[in-house]
């Protein structure tokens, strides 16, 4: 449980990273309000939080991992998401962040592999 919780705290800060700099690269790069920008930033915090719960229910459901398993998993696979949202700072490279979402990913399927779980009747094939 323990692990969990620490997983958790991480993932309220990482998840902090995209928004922080967009709002900022909003502002400055793109000539956006700041009421603007800081609504668009706040609703991407939640909403990227929501995901990780969405997707660790869904893996919960699936696979019949514990809910505990299934939100470290997901946080695990969402790390390298908020790593590569260093590049939201710069606005024309954003696209870049579709390779943490590749590596993501990668990730997801190493793990679900290692913990001996039927990939197939995760992935719609």
């Not at 909403?47 to 505990?68: G, H, Q, R, T, Y």
């Not at 590596?103 to 039927?118: A, Q």
């Amino acid at each position: 449980m323990k692990k969990c919780k620490n997983l958790c705290i991480l993932a309220l800060f990482l998840n902090a990273i995209g928004p922080t700099l967009s709002f900022f690269s909003l502002t400055t790069q793109s000539g956006y309000s700041e009421s603007r920008a800081l609504f668009y930033s706040v609703a991407t915090y939640l909403l990227d939080l929501l995901s990780i719960a969405v997707f660790a229910i869904v893996l919960n459901k699936m696979e019949n991992l514990s809910l505990e398993k299934a939100i470290q998993i997901s946080i695990i696979v969402y790390i390298s998401l908020w790593l590569f949202d260093v590049v939201d700072l710069f606005q024309p490279l954003r696209p870049l962040s579709n390779l943490g979402l590749i590596f993501s990913l990668w990730l997801l399927y190493r793990k679900l592999k290692t913990l001996g779980l039927e990939i197939n009747s995760f992935f719609i094939c």
